[in-house]
Nanobody, 121 residues
C-alpha cells in the first residue's frame, strides 16, 4: 500500500508565493515520474508540472517562468514552488507519483488527497 500526503496549500494574495510538498510512503520499490495536477471548479483536471526520476521537468505553458518543480529522491518527495500567483491559479492541487511496489512490483499511479490553493485579494 502506498500513500501520498500533501501540504502547503492556502490563501495568498495575487503576486504571492506558496510551496506545495508531497511525500510518498508505504510499500515503495521504485518511484518514476512525480508531479502535480490541478482542478478548478467546473474545469477538467490539468497537468501543472512533472519531474522524472532523473530530474527532467515539464511545465504547463501557463506556469512557465512562475512555477518550479523539484524532487528529493531520498525523501520520496516532490515540491512545487509557485511564485507570482494569479487568481486563475486557484484550484485544488493534487500530487501524483508513478510507483512500483515492493509487494508485486506492479506499476500504478498514486494520488494525494488534494490541497486547496486560493489566490485572491
Amino acid at each position: 500500500q502506498v500513500q501520498l500526503v500533501e501540504s502547503g496549500g492556502g490563501l495568498v494574495v495575487p503576486g504571492g508565493s506558496l510551496r506545495l510538498s508531497c511525500a510518498a510512503s508505504g510499500s515503495i520499490f521504485t518511484i518514476y515520474n512525480m508531479g502535480w495536477y490541478r482542478q478548478a471548479p467546473g474545469k477538467q483536471r490539468e497537468l501543472v508540472a512533472r519531474v522524472t526520476s532523473s530530474g527532467s521537468t515539464n511545465l504547463a505553458d501557463s506556469v512557465i517562468g512562475r512555477f518550479t518543480i523539484s524532487r528529493d529522491n531520498a525523501k520520496n518527495a516532490v515540491y512545487l514552488q509557485m511564485n507570482s500567483l494569479k487568481p486563475e491559479d486557484t484550484a485544488v492541487y493534487y500530487c501524483y507519483a508513478a510507483i512500483s511496489t515492493d509487494i508485486d512490483y506492479s506499476l500504478a499511479d498514486y494520488w494525494g488527497q488534494g490541497t486547496q490553493v486560493t489566490v485572491s485579494s
